[in-house]
């Protein structure tokens, strides 16, 4: 994981820390090094023995280039008349803990369901993880640890992510109150995935007809 920290250890800071928020995938490749520098494993290993065996992720798997691997899907890129390509293979090893796993959206859904309660994680950690960080001056970010946060129109708290790379998009969710975990995945490139707020709006209707 050190190796993936020198394309970024020299460049310039974008403003003192502590007085904005930006997030970078590249903050995960830091987390990764602290990982193995805490558990003294592989982090490759470390996160198979003990997020994805012990929650029975059995679809998600480094993204290794050079292998096969079952299941895997092909990814595709849209040009800007509209047709579509074969991705080119992309290298994800720099930043295995920043967006270098495949996965499924079943995969996603059973990790998401586990840190609706205490159990696989402790209380205190959830916590940690959902609570907005606080810039020096006092203002929330609206990000947690891992985890861009907000408040629906029922008051739900919402924990949610998305992310792309060459040949996939993602959109990952989870409403906190109604113990709902809302993840798409498509095999393209900035693939449009307004769905994902189709599917929150279908669950606010749902619920709010159900109110006393």
């Given amino acids: 994981m050190l190796d993936g920290l020198k394309i ?10 502590g007085t904005r928020f ?34 029975g992720l059995t679809h998600t798997a480094p993204d290794r280039v050079d292998s096969l691997i079952p299941g895997r899907t092909q990814f595709y890129d849209r040009d800007s ?9 992309v290298d994800n090893s720099y930043k295995w803990a920043g967006g270098g796993f495949v996965s499924s959206a079943e995969d996603l859904v059973k990790f ?7 159990g696989f994680l402790k209380p205190g950690t959830l916590d940690l993880l959902f609570t907005s960080q606080r810039t020096s001056a006092g203002e929330e970010t609206g990000y947690g640890i891992g985890w861009f946060l907000r408040t629906d129109s029922l008051g739900h708290r919402w924990a949610f ?18 113990r709902v975990v809302v993840a798409i995945l498509a095999n ?25």
């Fill in 188 to 212: 393209l490139s900035n693939a449009p995935l307004d769905a994902a707020q189709e599917i929150e709006a279908a669950f606010d209707r749902e619920a709010a007809s159900h109110r006393p």
């Fill in 22 to 55: 930006s997030y970078t995938s590249y903050g995960w490749n830091l987390v990764s090094a602290v990982v193995e520098g805490a558990s003294g494993d592989n982090f490759l290993h470390y996160i198979s023995a003990h997020v994805f065996r012990p929650l």
């Fill in 112 to 118: 998401g369901s586990a840190l609706l309660q205490p």
């Fill in 161 to 178: 992510h998305g992310g792309g790379s060459v040949g996939g998009t993602a959109a990952f969710g989870l409403d906190r109150d109604s």
């Fill in 81 to 89: 008349a509209g047709s579509f390509h074969i991705a080119p293979a």
């Fill in 8 to 17: 970024f250890q020299d460049d310039s800071l974008l403003f003192p820390p």
